[in-house]
């Protein structure tokens, strides 16, 4: 494994998510999520190792240079009956302590598996992470007044996270970003379709052995094709795969990733989700954090237990929430945001509160704050507002966020922003307090992974 200089540097992003309806439904393949891409993005940059001339290593560096401390090196090495690339974290310095970052550490070791089974010698690189401002809401500033990223000037550990899905963001940016250095264009490339699916299936698999569970994969989806109404794969698909370094792990990889010896039945559907061109979704960030491992767990176990009460729950929300994504998709082919008609979100708006009274009966009969009362209010409050169609909590809910359908109004985006503002939480009667609630300043975006012009990271490489 040496050095090859002929490498061309390469910069990929992926969006981060929202899963506007669809919670809990869609970890079952019977069900799907409608799930929006947003267009705060995670870049991955790689470029090869800069050493003095002459000296090969077989090294790889990670880098978030908008954090403190966060570097990590990687030996790696080509194991033996196939099992792949193992990868081995590396002291940078005996002053900085070792801290491992399983996401990067487990996305490396499978996409350098794939690559080996192309070509075994791989090269020594450098890999460097830039996230746009919406993910953490910690304050940053500008490392140049032209650059779109903030230094947030603490380690990653102490970052406030906003839940657009980082992590999610990061493996498929940081797989694309290796698979597009690596391998030839022939075998891989972004703008075709063969490839966003390898890219789909390796993502997936490397962001649940990473998380060590499997999710419902929604947040890798929508980080790869973006805004989609989303099917899950069936869970098995990834039950025997083993892990790096153990006999034929190489073989199993590809095997899973190519899709020919195994079937994906992910359902990706595009064209089922449209944005209307006088709408936009705005996300608000609640400084409090809920666990969705927990949440996810009582809910399923409530559902398990009472199949008479869910079942009926389930297929009403799973009707609702396609009726959503149908009025979206009509409002966006029918209607050209100029004149203005008498109320022409009516059904929107009524989709929207039903939606939402489906979600409180599941969180009263699972006992679970999947719309709690604050967040009850909040939604009620900002739906008054002029040119407000209706809010949701998105994905498991709780007390995190709440995503808001608005007219794509200056005037309506400054309103929401304002009350927001000044909106004083009633914690009164529960156990869980809420503080502020903040505007996050993304938007849905319809794109998935893509290409960057490497120019845009001045001043971080
Ligand atoms: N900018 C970044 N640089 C490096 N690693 C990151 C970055 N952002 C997120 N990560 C990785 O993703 C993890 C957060 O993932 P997770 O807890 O699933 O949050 P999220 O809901 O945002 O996906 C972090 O602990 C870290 O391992
Ligand atoms: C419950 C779910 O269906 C949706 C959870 O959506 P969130 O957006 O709340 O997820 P996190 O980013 O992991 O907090 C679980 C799933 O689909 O995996």
Known sequence: MSSNPSLKPKAVSAPGKVLLAGGYLVLDRGYTGLVFGLDA??????????TNSGVILSEIIVKSPQFKEATWEYGYRLTENDGGIEVTQLRASHAIPLTRNPFIETALSYALT?????????????????ADTSYYSNPGTPETPSSRFLNFSV?????HKTGLGSSAALVTSFTAALLSYYLPEEIFDLSKEASLQTLHNLSQSAHCAAQGKVGSGFDVASAVYGSCLYRRFSPSLLSSLSSPGRPFFAKQVKELVEGKEVIWDTEILKDAVKVPKGIRLVMCDVDCGSQTPGMVKQVLA?????????????????QRNESLAGELTRLATTDKGEEEEEDK???LRDIILAIRSLIRKMSALSNVPIEPPQQTA????????????????????????VAVLVEDKEEVFEGVKKFIGGWKVD??????????????????EMEGVRGEDVGIYEGWL
Not at 41 to 50: A, D, F, G, L, S
Request: hydrophobic letters at 40%; charged letters at 20%; proline letters at 6%.
């Open 41 to 50: 993005r995670i870049h991955c940059y790689v470029e090869p190792i800069k």
């Open 155 to 159: 380690p990653l550990q102490s970052a």
């Open 345 to 347: 979100y009516a059904k």
């Open 378 to 401: 909040l939604l009620n409050a900002i739906s008054t507002l002029p040119g407000v169609i209706g809010g949701v909590v998105p994905g498991a809910g709780g007390y995190d966020a």
């Open 427 to 444: 914690n009164q009667g529960s156990d869980v307090k809420i503080g502020k609630v903040g505007m996050l300043g993304v938007r849905e």
């Open 302 to 318: 409530w559902r398990k237990d009472n199949l008479g009460e869910a079942e009926p729950l389930w297929k009403e929300l799973q």
């Open 114 to 130: 794939y690559i080996s089974t192309f070509t075994p010698k791989i090269s020594a690189s450098t890999i460097t992470i830039l």
